[in-house]
T-cell receptor, first 111, second 114 residues
């Protein structure tokens, strides 16, 4: 079983919809949680960073971490065609250097 | 701040050949990371440098792989005797070395082994 599980999709929604992306994890030592966006044939771009449990909002994006359930989410409001990409969750333990990634969810926003 | 730069962007080689990739991190970032990403998967950690010291290596980094960061600035990743299974995107990331472990990625080098 992988340390981080993420539904690969693909997920297709109409423009303007609210998108919910999720990851579950098994390692209770994870303290730092990130969401990256990756366009085709490009490197991952950091979207959101959260430490421990709680919510964080940045524009149309909201990240949530529930450590008790080992579950993290990314919400995208008012989704745009330009949001079409693969979304990767990543996490690391305190003092650890490596990021452990989910498989990525491929998202398409239809105009 | 010009971001993490990787060269080449795409490398095609024949099985058995050696290849070398270069990564230039964000200026003044003292931590540098290499990851490998195969199609439809998330990146997997390969190795990590703090300044010129290679402090961690994944079991994925077989004896055919070697990474260096000789002056604590740019880094190279060499694969000897390439195999078709080495075909992947090789990603470099850098971090300023604070406790948050926020890593910034380059565009990657896509390796195709024929």
């Amino acid at each position: 079983q992988k340390e981080v599980e993420q539904d690969p999709g693909p997920l297709s929604v109409p423009e303007g919809a609210i998108v919910s992306l999720n990851c579950t994890y098994s390692n209770s030592a994870f303290q730092y949680f990130m969401w990256y966006r990756q366009y085709s044939r490009k490197g991952p771009e950091l979207l959101m960073y959260t430490y421990s449990s709680g919510n964080k909002e940045d524009g149309r994006f909201t990240a949530q971490v529930d450590k008790s359930s080992k579950y993290i989410s990314l919400f995208i409001r008012d989704s745009q065609p330009s949001d079409s990409a693969t979304y990767l969750c990543a996490m690391s333990a305190q003092g650890a250097q490596k990021l452990v990634f989910g498989q990525g969810t491929r998202l398409t926003i239809n105009p | 701040d010009t971001g993490v730069s990787q060269d080449p962007r795409h490398k095609i080689t024949k099985r058995g050949q050696n290849v070398t990739f270069r990564c230039d991190p964000i200026s003044e970032h003292n931590r540098l990371y290499w990851y490998r990403q195969t199609l439809g998967q998330g990146p997997e950690f390969l190795t990590y440098f703090q300044n010129e010291a290679q402090l961690e290596k994944s079991r994925l980094l077989s004896d055919r792989f070697s990474a260096e960061r000789p002056k604590g600035s740019f880094s190279t990743l060499e694969i000897q005797r390439t195999e078709q299974g080495d075909s992947a995107m090789y990603l470099c990331a850098s971090s300023p070395g604070q406790s948050k472990n926020i890593q910034y990625f380059g565009a990657g080098t896509r390796l195709s082994v024929l």
